[in-house]
C-alpha cells in the first residue's frame, strides 16, 4: 500500500481557477478552499510534471482573510468556491489575478490598475439560477470539477425570490424524471420584472441578461465613462448581445452599429429599440469577425440595416476614415476576440474599451493590441460575481 504524501505548506496565493496556491522544492501545488496565509498540512492527491493538487488535511494557522463559509453547502457545491475568504479581501485577490495575467501574459509592467468596483450584496444577487436533475431525482447544483448533483434547499447567492420557488421546482422535476429518466434536465428559475418564472429545460438563447442587475448598471457606468463620449461619436459595438451596453451609449453618442451573431438576441433588440424610439442605434446580425471583414472590402454597402437567418447586413457606415467610427467597444465571450483583432487594428479607431470574464484571454488579446498598434491604458475590476473566482474586468485602450 503506497503511503500518502502529506506536506506542510504556506499558502501563497489565490489562482485564476479559483484554488489557492502554494509551493514545495520549487514545484507549483494547487490547493482548493485554501486561503493565502494559511499554515496546512496538505495531502498531495494528485502529481504531474510541473505542478501537483493537494487537499487540506489539517489547518495549522489560519489566514486572517479567512472567514466562515455561510452557505451549508459550500463545500460540496461548485457553484461558489470563495465562500471561505472575506468578501473584501476576495476584491484583493480578483485585482491581484487581474494584474499577474496582464503583467505574466501581455508583459505590461507599469499598469494603471484601479480599485475594483465591490457589489452592494456580496449575497442574495443572482436573478438566475439553473438547477440540475440527477437521474436519482436530486435537484440541485453540479459539484466542482464533476457532474455529480449536490441537492440543495436554498442557494445563498441566488435572490429571496428564486429561493422561494425552489420548492416548485422540486416538484416539476418530479414529472420529469417520471417521464423521462434518460435524459439530462435542467430547471432554470428566473426573475422577470417583479415576478418570478421557473422552466424546465430552458433555450440558451435566454443567457443575454446579466445575473446581477444592480452590478450590471455600475458596469455600464463604467464603460460610458472610459469611452469619453461627447456627444458626437459614432460607436462600434462588437458581441452585442440584446443591447446591454448599446443603449446606454446610445444616450451619449452620435450613433451606436451594435454587431451580434446570435439571431434570437438581434431580434429583441430590434423590438426594444423600437419600444424605446432609438434611431441612433443600428443592430447588425453577423460575427464579429465577417462584420470587420466587410468592412474592409465596402466602406458604404447599399444594404438594409438588419436581416435575419444569418445573412450578413451592414447598415450605411458614418462618413470619414476608420469605418466612420470614434469608439469601439467589444464585450467578448470567455474565450476572448482573438479573430477579431487584426480586423479591428485596420480601422485605426483612437480608443478601444474591452469588457472582459476571463483574465487571461484579455490579457492574451492586450498583447496583440499592443503589438498591432494599441497602447493599455487602464483597468478595473467590476465584482459581477461575488464569492466566486469569475473576474469581471473593463480595460481601455488607445491608439499609440
Request: glycine share 8%.
Amino acid at each position: 500500500m503506497t503511503m500518502k504524501k502529506v506536506l506542510e505548506l504556506t499558502i501563497e496565493r489565490m489562482t485564476m481557477g479559483g484554488e489557492a496556491l502554494a509551493s514545495h522544492q520549487g514545484k507549483k501545488v494547487f490547493i482548493p478552499w485554501g486561503v493565502p496565509g494559511d499554515r496546512a498540512k496538505v495531502e498531495i492527491v494528485e502529481e504531474r510534471g510541473d505542478f501537483s493538487r493537494g487537499r487540506i488535511v489539517e489547518l495549522l494557522e489560519n489566514s486572517e482573510a479567512r472567514t466562515q463559509a455561510p452557505c451549508q453547502y459550500f463545500f460540496k457545491c461548485g457553484g461558489c468556491q470563495w465562500q471561505h475568504v472575506k468578501y473584501e479581501v476576495q476584491l484583493q485577490f480578483k485585482n491581484e489575478i487581474l494584474k499577474e495575467c496582464l503583467q505574466r501574459i501581455a508583459k505590461i509592467h507599469d499598469l494603471k490598475i484601479h480599485e475594483p468596483i465591490p457589489s452592494d450584496s456580496p449575497l442574495h444577487y443572482r436573478n438566475r439560477i439553473r438547477l440540475q436533475l440527477s437521474r436519482q431525482g436530486e435537484l440541485g447544483f453540479f459539484k466542482g470539477q464533476s457532474k455529480e448533483v449536490v441537492p440543495i434547499d436554498e442557494c445563498l447567492i441566488a435572490d429571496p425570490g428564486l429561493n422561494e420557488k425552489i420548492p416548485e421546482a422540486k416538484a416539476i422535476s418530479v414529472g420529469l424524471i417520471q417521464k423521462d429518466r434518460a435524459t439530462r434536465h435542467e430547471i432554470e428559475i428566473r426573475r422577470v420584472g417583479k415576478g418570478v418564472v421557473v422552466e424546465a429545460n430552458p433555450q440558451d438563447e435566454i443567457f443575454f441578461v446579466q445575473v446581477n442587475p444592480s452590478q450590471n448598471e455600475r458596469l455600464i457606468q463604467v464603460v460610458i465613462q472610459v469611452l469619453h463620449l461627447t456627444g458626437k461619436e459614432n460607436v462600434l459595438e462588437l458581441f452585442a448581445g440584446e443591447g446591454n451596453f448599446s443603449f446606454p451609449i446610445s444616450e451619449g453618442a452620435g450613433s451606436v452599429t451594435a454587431v451580434e451573431m446570435a439571431e434570437a438576441a438581434v431580434l429583441r433588440a430590434e423590438k426594444k429599440k423600437e419600444e424605446l424610439h432609438r434611431r441612433n442605434v443600428q443592430f447588425v446580425q453577423s460575427t464579429a469577425y465577417r462584420f470587420l471583414e466587410s468592412i474592409s472590402l465596402s466602406q458604404n454597402p447599399p444594404n438594409p440595416p438588419f436581416s435575419k437567418g444569418g445573412d450578413l447586413s451592414l447598415p450605411p457606415f458614418p462618413k470619414g476614415g476608420r469605418g466612420g467610427f470614434d469608439r469601439i467597444l467589444l464585450d467578448p465571450p470567455r474565450k476572448g476576440a482573438v479573430q477579431c483583432l487584426e480586423g479591428i487594428a485596420r480601422l485605426k479607431i483612437p480608443i478601444l474599451v474591452y469588457v472582459s470574464c476571463d483574465p487571461s484571454t484579455l490579457a492574451r488579446d492586450v498583447k496583440i493590441l499592443g503589438e498591432l498598434g494599441y497602447r493599455h491604458e487602464s483597468s478595473q475590476v467590476i465584482d459581477m460575481f461575488p464569492q466566486t473566482h469569475h473576474v469581471e474586468s473593463v480595460t481601455k485602450m488607445v491608439l499609440s
